[in-house]
């Protein structure tokens, strides 16, 4: 009887390694980038001199993740207008992790934006990965004392401007389905009634479809951006789908998806992200495998 081929560690990993590069660089396509460049890295490695497996790959990708961020830099500078994370298709599933659906979602991942390559990395090898500051320490090249310092000063960066509350998985599609059917009629009123008074809308077309450029605050200004979108084009369908273990949107105008996430804070939507830009809705048909 023969014995099964051993699975790569790489290959079980796979998933997890994803979402770290992901979570890094709120990009599938760059993340898919760093997971090759990772595993052509792994190939030429003495595997008898590999304590673990696991956290040395998590290591691997991260340093490979500090240098695409670095190298995107001034590319996410000169992007038209403002740059969003890339939308994955999720399953349900996703959302059970309550943290890890968190720490996915397109809010917190725009507020990693805000963070430096190196706080963005311990950030999240630290709150979503659990890993120990020595390790967080090896990957990105410092002492375990010093990444502990620079997670202390990510955390207070993120806690001052993610999101103020968490809201069921339930009470996020209702409002999601309310807030896609005050959409669908274009009426001003159902919108308003749906949106927070201090709601904030971004919209990422880069520059390659129309999108607005830059963040529209206030409930009336949104309401009457977003009564004026189903007007334009010939055929306007609307799904309600899970996004980065949320429920979300699904636009197709004309054929063209849009991407629509929402934050629910007070039974109502206070952030509204639309990502138009087409480069960055390919992930939207195959959910995405993200876990920790």
Not at 30 to 43: H, I, P
Not at 119 to 128: G, I, N, P
Not at 177 to 201: K, W
């Amino acid at each position: 009887m023969t014995e099964a081929p051993l699975v790569d560690p790489f290959v079980t990993h796979r998933s997890l390694l994803f979402t770290v590069a992901y979570e890094m660089l709120g990009s599938a396509a760059d993340a898919e980038d760093v997971l090759q460049e990772s595993w052509l890295r792994w190939a030429d490695v003495d595997r008898s001199q590999v304590r673990e497996s696991r956290a040395y790959l998590v290591r691997t990708v991260t340093r490979q993740a500090l240098n695409r961020l670095r190298t995107l830099s001034r590319s996410r500078e000169e992007y038209v207008g403002e740059w969003l994370p890339e939308p994955l298709l999720t399953s349900p599933d996703v959302a059970e992790d309550v943290e890890l659906a968190e720490s996915v979602s397109i809010a917190m991942l725009t507020v990693l934006e805000t963070l430096g390559p190196t706080e963005r990395a311990v950030f999240v090898l630290r709150e979503v990965f659990a890993m120990p500051y020595g390790e967080i320490g090896e990957a990105i090249g410092k002492s375990a004392a010093t990444a502990r310092q620079v997670a202390r000063r990510a955390r207070e960066h993120v806690a001052a401007r993610q999101p103020r509350m968490r809201v069921s998985r339930s009470e996020q599609r209702a409002v999601v389905e309310r807030f896609l059917r005050a959409l669908h009629t274009g009426q001003l009123q159902e919108l308003l009634d749906v949106m927070a008074p201090d709601v904030v809308l971004v919209a990422d077309g880069g520059g390659v479809v129309a999108a607005v450029l830059a963040p529209v605050h206030g409930a009336e200004p949104v309401a009457k951006l977003l009564a004026r979108a189903n007007q334009v084009p010939a055929s306007f369908d609307m799904t309600t789908v899970w996004l980065n273990g949320a429920p979300a949107g699904r636009i197709d105008m004309d054929g063209e998806p849009t991407a629509v996430s929402v934050v629910v804070e007070n039974g109502q939507v206070s952030r509204i992200y639309i990502v138009r830009n087409p480069r960055k809705l390919t992930r939207l048909d195959e959910p995405a495998e993200l876990t920790r």
